[in-house]
């Protein structure tokens, strides 16, 4: 890491300060439920689909939800799919009980095992969780010599486990990204297995990522991006073998740019609880019927997918439009005009309705544009 750019230590930095962020920031737990769910069926459909699993992400949440129907013929892609799910989900139940998930030859033989089992195998001489006593490769790569892959596996964790990954305090999420990635390319170069490989690679990369502190949404990014940039992981993965700064490089941007897109979704959430409790406070002290209705109708009105127009106001929710059910036009109108005057609904320039939500921005701190979005003078 001496030969590393400073652009690749600043994104380190900068995903370490973001798993940090998502970390601390408490979610409704309804949200942190779903957030969880999308991210584990990301990750999970990835890890399969880079192996040639065909289920797609929302398959994949359709089936964790337990609602996935699929013909006899593709069970097994269920099959694939639980597998990574059991294997995710005994590394968080472990780190959930304070146990540290060890980085170990039999751990890593225990991780091939939970992604084959139960699957049928193309290779008579593959055997789920056992390191192999034949050649493999994939496209023009060969892996490792069998006869060397237990003592590589061996060399590997000797030096997961030592003073190279003992970070400074402070970094140790950077040095966990770092083994992490390192630790995946190990694997897949070790090819030690006869199936499963790079499945049992992203599981190892998702345990040394949640044990060091990484919240379990954001441990699943690698695999997603590995997935959707699936060409490149290739390419990448055959750079490392001149160096191994092309592969941490490309892995790292993609962890970033997946905890962009994370804080983001959690930013949308805090916006919409955020103007819910504005709401609320608007009508703090303001009692009866009339006051109820006209917080209602500023509260679902926010839940529209789209401007709603005035003839239509009386139909954005059930509690609405049983409200309004013996009112006159007059009262909307009037109602209308209140709302307006309490900042909490606006008109649009097709004369249709919303909630004012851009409000709630306008509490955020006062800070300049950036340059290139400036208007020049």
Excluded at 148 to 155: I, K
Excluded at 160 to 168: A, E, V
Excluded at 188 to 195: I, L
Aim: with cysteine; proline share 6%; hydrophobic share 40%.
């Amino acid at each position: 890491m001496t030969r590393a750019s400073p652009q690749l230590w600043i994104t380190l930095g900068e995903c370490q300060s973001k798993c940090e962020h998502l970390a601390g920031v408490p979610l409704a737990p309804q949200i942190d439920r779903y957030l969880h769910q999308v991210y584990l069926a990301k990750g999970v459909a990835a890890s399969a689909a880079i192996e040639g699993n065909t289920l797609s992400e929302n398959q994949v949440f359709e089936h964790l939800e337990g609602r996935l129907r699929v013909a006899p013929s593709q069970e097994y892609l269920k099959q694939e799919v639980d597998n990574i799910v059991f294997g995710c989900n005994m590394i968080l139940d472990e780190i959930k009980r304070g146990v540290d998930p060890p980085l170990s030859v039999e751990r890593i033989k225990e991780l091939n095992r939970i992604v084959l089992t139960g699957l049928d195998q193309k290779d008579p001489e593959t055997i789920p969780g056992t390191i192999r006593k034949h050649s493999v490769g994939v496209g023009n790569y060969r892996g490792a010599p069998w006869e060397d892959c237990g003592f590589l596996l061996e060399r590997l964790c000797e030096w997961l486990n030592g003073p190279t990954f003992r970070g400074q305090p402070g970094t140790e999420v950077m040095v966990a990204i770092l083994k992490a990635i390192l630790a995946h390319l190990y694997i897949a170069w070790v090819h030690p297995f006869g199936d499963g490989n790079g499945r049992t690679a992203r599981l190892m990369e998702v345990q040394i990522l949640l044990a060091s502190g990484v919240p379990s949404p954001a441990a699943q990014l690698l695999s997603n991006h590995y997935n959707t940039t699936r060409s490149e992981y290739y390419r990448r993965l055959d750079l490392a073998r001149e160096d191994v700064l092309h592969f941490i490089t490309y892995a790292t941007e993609g962890l970033r740019d997946g905890l962009r897109d994370q804080i983001e979704a959690i930013r949308v959430e805090q916006w919409e609880i955020a103007w819910v409790n504005h709401v609320h406070r608007a009508f703090d002290g303001l009692k009866g019927s009339p006051h109820d209705r006209r917080k209602h109708l500023a509260l679902d009105l926010s839940n529209a997918p789209e401007p709603v127009p005035f003839g239509k106001l009386r139909e954005v929710s059930t509690r609405v439009a049983v409200a309004y059910k013996d009112r006159t036009y007059r009262t909307l109108l009037r109602d209308v005009k209140v709302l307006i005057a309490m900042g909490l609904i606006t008109m649009t320039d097709d004369k249709r309705w919303k909630a004012n939500k851009e409000r709630i921005l306008s509490f955020l701190p006062i800070r300049a544009s950036r340059p290139a979005d400036r208007p020049k003078a």
